[in-house]
């Protein structure tokens, strides 16, 4: 048997970083990576899935039939398909009697010639109206949202907003979900739930308690999940049954329950499943049927979450345009780790080589796809994950969309620098996104900052994806930004306007970062001078000269931050923090009714309200 090929599995030997200086990989890397992705052929084998576009003629030697996806079936001759298969996920039906998946694509992403948008960027957990409990949730984001529209906006881009794993410590990262295909049920505004009426004495205790949360700006998601736990396990316990509830089952399926058996798992045997026992470490063991009929109720309890966290999410989506987000990876530890086990890297995890922002470089703690076993699995992984964002979606930002083509893998246990990349099949994964993105009438949005390879913008735009200009690096003024991209001052990992022109975000960076980055602070204070043509003017003066520049941008979607609109100096995040500062922690320092009034935010809606005139896709709503 011959030794894996690296560049055949995709592992790159060397590669160039942000100077243009060539890095080798260390041995031990490749032979970690290989390892993980059970490499013991020179080659990776074939795998029976076929993505192609719908312009192409379709060529299988040993195809006879194609089943399609509407349940009829068409003959093959000669092993070949004019162009025009229906798009979709079809099965080749082959001589031998084994079928393999097609996929046809159109190629390109949907994007309305009309898109042209503005709107806010929302960490909803900080975002809190007086009724909240402690966290901004889904009715805070319905209100936010009206406002918005009749401000003027046309979208909302959310933090993810993705289902972490159950139990006390919360995670407090958006960025690490135990599940990219499910919501967290913190987001749930309990009072508007089915029988919460009826039930109102019965939650009034934790309604209390979770309403006192407010009077502290830092989030405590633990008392906020023991809040709603309490209440949320009240209201289940006198839930009679709805058809609506039965039919989001039959329509979720065996994904559903999956998440939802994990999550009962979790709580009875902790939150990771390698210490659980043998027979439930795995979603194929016999085992693990018993215990689910043995815990159905509880099992059930978590499906019925999932439905609440749909509706409310659905009416949300119903007042305004909603942007999701997806994390590049998921927790090696949660629910798609464990129902997907197969499709992942074990013993691997994803970050960035060191750069001029992160000279250490960043383990981000996610565990990615195995492109081959991603490959094998027909693609079914990534295909529910992309679906699964776009459900209540009118756009998706990608983070880290040059986890399309390729991702910096790092061998647990070694530093960062250690790492090297692994290469993707970019173009089956770019096709499946632009086939969701028809299918959801939801344009797509590559987060392509950092270290970025030409070929990922020429993909972009050629697929109709959308690029992310960030004014802090760009060198040239928002009026000159490309058509084709979101335009925003900042985002969530990087400086307020607030933070930048005080020196507050350097302070904090010297006291919690070990090489705090002065020269990109000096950068930014200095673009913001420019915009300004002065020094000595006061904050909100200068955020509102910043979003004046911001509206020149002929980008389709421009993009403000509630950060920005109520003059806060500290961003939700510093990257290569953890323990160190409250991240993704701090609300918002006003609720949402006083944002309504707030002259800052009233200031920067009328700038943005003079674009050119347009609204999102779903501007034909009242």
């Not at 192409?56 to 194609?66: C, F, G, L, R, Y």
């Not at 709805?242 to 039919?247: E, H, P, V, Y």
């Not at 307020?496 to 930014?524: C, F, H, K, S, Y």
Request: aromatic content about 8%; proline content about 6%; glycine content about 8%.
């Amino acid at each position: 048997m011959s030794a894996p090929e690296p560049s055949a599995w995709g592992v790159a030997e060397r590669y160039e970083d942000h100077g243009g200086v060539i890095r080798q990989a260390p041995e031990e890397t490749i032979a970690r990576i290989l390892e993980a992705m059970d490499a013991t052929t020179a080659r990776p084998p074939e795998a029976s899935v076929h993505v192609t576009l719908q312009s192409d003629e379709i060529k299988s030697p040993t195809a006879v039939a194609i089943e399609l996806e509407d349940g009829s079936s068409e003959r093959v001759t000669d092993g070949r398909l004019a162009p025009g298969v229906p798009l979709g996920y079809h099965r080749l039906v082959h001589a031998n009697g084994t079928t393999s998946r097609l996929i046809v694509s159109p190629g390109r992403c949907f994007l309305p010639e009309d898109l042209e948008v503005w709107g806010w960027a929302v960490q909803l957990y900080a975002t809190r109206s007086r009724e909240s409990w402690g966290i901004g949730d889904l009715h805070d984001l319905q209100r936010l949202a009206h406002w918005a529209r009749a401000s003027g906006a046309g979208a909302l881009l959310l933090n993810p907003m993705d289902a972490v794993s159950p139990g006390i410590p919360q995670q407090t990262s958006p960025y690490f979900p135990s599940s990219r295909c499910f919501l967290d049920p913190l987001y749930l505004r309990v009072e508007d739930l089915p029988g919460a009426a009826e039930a109102s004495e019965e939650i009034s205790s934790a309604a209390t308690s979770g309403r006192g949360l407010n009077s502290d700006r830092l989030i405590d998601r633990d008392r906020v999940y023991a809040a709603k736990m309490e209440a949320l396990g009240s209201l289940w316990s006198r839930f009679s049954g709805d058809r609506r509830f039965d039919m989001y089952r039959a329509e979720r399926g065996q994904l559903l329950s999956d998440f939802a058996t994990f999550t009962a798992l979790s709580e009875s045997y902790g939150g990771d499943p390698s210490e659980w026992p043998t027979g439930l470490q795995r979603r194929d063991h016999g085992e693990l049927e018993l215990w689910r009929g043995e815990n159905e109720s509880r099992v059930l309890f978590h499906e019925w979450l999932q439905w609440l966290l749909d509706e409310q999410m659905k009416a949300a989506h119903l007042e305004i345009d909603l942007i999701q987000d997806l994390p590049v990876g998921v927790d090696p530890t949660g629910a798609d780790a464990w129902i997907w086990q197969d499709g992942f890297a074990e013993g691997t995890g994803v970050g960035a080589p060191p750069d001029d922002l992160n000279t250490a470089g960043q383990r981000w703690g996610l565990v990615p796809f195995d492109p081959w076993k991603l490959r094998a699995a027909e693609y079914e992984p990534f295909i529910q994950t992309v679906r699964a964002a776009l459900r209540h979606a009118s756009g998706l930002r990608l983070d880290h969309v040059m986890g399309l083509f390729r991702l910096f893998w790092i061998p647990a246990g070694m530093p960062p620098s250690a790492g090297t990349y692994v290469q993707y099949p970019a173009h089956d994964l770019l096709n499946i996104l632009a086939l969701e993105s028809h299918r959801a009438d939801a344009y797509m949005i590559g987060e392509d900052l950092g270290t970025v390879e030409p070929v990922v913008r020429r993909e972009m735009a050629a697929r109709a994806m959308l690029s992310y200009r960030v004014l802090w690096f760009e060198e040239t003024e928002p009026a000159e930004y490309p058509r084709l991209a979101l335009a925003t001052v900042t985002n969530h990992d990087l400086p307020t306007i607030a933070g930048v022109w005080t020196g507050a975000d350097l302070e904090e960076q010297q006291r919690v970062l070990a090489a705090p980055n002065r020269a990109g602070a000096a950068a930014m204070r200095a673009k913001l001078q420019k915009l300004a043509r002065a020094e000595d003017i006061d904050v909100e003066t200068i955020i509102e000269a910043a979003y004046r520049s911001l509206a020149q941008a002929p980008c389709r979607v421009v993009i403000a931050t509630l950060e920005d609109a109520l003059g806060v100096e500290r961003r939700p995040n510093i990257p290569g923090t953890t323990f160190e500062r409250p991240n993704w922690s701090m609300s918002l320092p006003r609720t949402i009714e006083e944002l309504e009034e707030d002259r800052l935010a009233g200031a920067i809606v009328r700038t943005l309200s003079r674009r050119r005139s347009g609204t999102g896709r779903r501007g034909s709503r009242g």
